[in-house]
């Protein structure tokens, strides 16, 4: 790989004829059109998140002569030059120029460009970049690509698994799962967190077709020519979701919904009685864990641990343990009741209090509620063994 630093090129020459395309959210061409800001294997333009604070720093450092770091070109031929590290920076720079946003000034008001003295519009426009040119094949290139990029914002995983299986197959995938205009991201937001621009919708339709193993199923589809069978798997999951519960709960984004439809997907469930299941655990409060509702009614109400059913404070066990224990002791019978009936060496023990656990005379799943009324303490083996029947 040959490598040469160039110092010359200036801000005006990098952004002649600079392109932001809104739709794919990526700024396009620069240096004449010789340069490919964004290449397949980027990600798409994030500085003008939040906020744009991150895009508005950039300029705020060129104003001010700070350096802008290190920028990296791939150069494919004479007449075509990639960035492999800086295009979030030069885009923020076209951007700017462009008057797409606009900066504070001393005075704390807004100012675009366009807008801007001739001598502060100069200095940008005149700043030099610090630029490495590098030549070599595309493994080597990539290889480096991915130990330069170590970015303000790092990659996040699908971001990195981007770049290195980039080709036919990562470039549909990318117009479906990450596009933020796609009319269907409000539908998969009830159940997905994150965002279209992060990746975050493509790595989870990947997830759930490959099982789990995204990296062998980019690598096995790399040089695919379509992404039916993506689709097809990520839209039954989806239609599977909303088939069975037509409530949209905001407990439900980011739940394993790929094990859950592997799981469950085979069963048949009544969406009207579903619904009203999950209405009545909604309005109950002995449930601490709501995102446990889903999973607890897909597999027949059964499994209460899924809910963190409220347990019984400390002071109504102490208040229960104080009770029994004197009961038993005048009886000369353990203070645990299955231990008193029993007929071996514990049953007329008496536990202390650590060697006791509270247990619901009533089970909450039978309508038992968590107060004093219906708190016994029961030894530790006792409590296990009931709480697995
Ligand atoms: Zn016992």
């Given amino acids: 790989m040959i490598v040469k630093l160039k110092t ?28 490919t800001i964004q290449p397949e294997y980027q990600r798409n333009y994030i500085y003008a998140h939040d906020g744009g604070k991150k895009e508005m720093a950039v300029i705020g450092s060129v104003l001010k002569g700070y350096p802008i770091g290190l920028i990296h070109f791939n150069k494919i031929s004479d007449e075509n030059l990639e960035v492999l590290d800086g295009q979030q920076r030069i885009t923020s720079l076209g951007r700017f120029l462009t008057d797409k946003f606009a900066i504070k000034d001393e005075n704390e008001n807004m100012q675009y460009f366009s807008g801007m003295s001739k001598d502060k519009q100069r200095k940008i426009l005149e700043t030099r970049l610090t630029i490495y040119e590098c030549e070599g094949e595309e493994s080597e290139i990539k290889e480096w690509f991915k130990t330069i990029n170590i970015p303000s914002v790092p990659l996040n995983n699908q971001e990195t698994l981007n770049a290195i299986y980039s080709g036919a197959f990562v470039t549909l995938a990318k117009s479906e799962f990450s596009n933020s205009q796609n009319t269907n991201i409000q539908k998969w937001s009830a159940y997905i967190k994150g965002s279209a621009n992060r990746q975050e919708f493509l790595e ?7 099982k789990g193993n995204i990296d062998d199923y980019m690598s096995a589809h790399r040089h695919d ?60 409060p002995y449930i601490t864990n ?14 209460t641990k899924l809910l963190e059913i409220r347990v019984f404070d400390e002071a109504i066990k102490k208040s229960v343990y104080i009770t029994q224990s004197a009961n038993s002791k005048k009886k000369g019978k353990s203070n645990c009741p299955l231990c008193a009936i029993g007929h071996d060496a514990n049953k007329n023990k008496i536990w202390s209090f650590n060697e006791m656990d509270a247990d619901h005379v009533s089970a909450w799943s039978k309508g038992g509620k968590s107060n004093i009324k219906n708190c016994q303490m029961l030894c530790k083996t006792h409590n296990r063994a009931k709480g697995n029947r």
């Fill in 290 to 303: 709501r995102r446990g509702i889903f999973e607890y009614v897909l597999g027949g109400s059964i499994d």
């Fill in 225 to 284: 020519k379509n992404i039916n069978e993506l689709k097809r798997y990520f839209n039954s999951v989806i239609d599977w979701i909303s088939g069975v519960f037509s409530d949209v709960k905001s407990e439900m984004r980011g739940l394993k919904w790929g094990e859950l439809y592997e799981t469950y997907h085979k069963k048949s469930y009544n969406p009207e009685k579903v619904s009203a299941e999950v209405q009545k655990l909604y309005a109950d």
């Fill in 204 to 210: 989870r339709a990947l997830d759930w077709v490959s």
């Fill in 8 to 35: 010359d090129i200036t801000v005006r020459q990098i952004c002649d004829g600079f392109v932001y395309n809104e739709l794919e959210g990526k700024g396009l061409f620069g240096l004449s059109g010789k340069l």
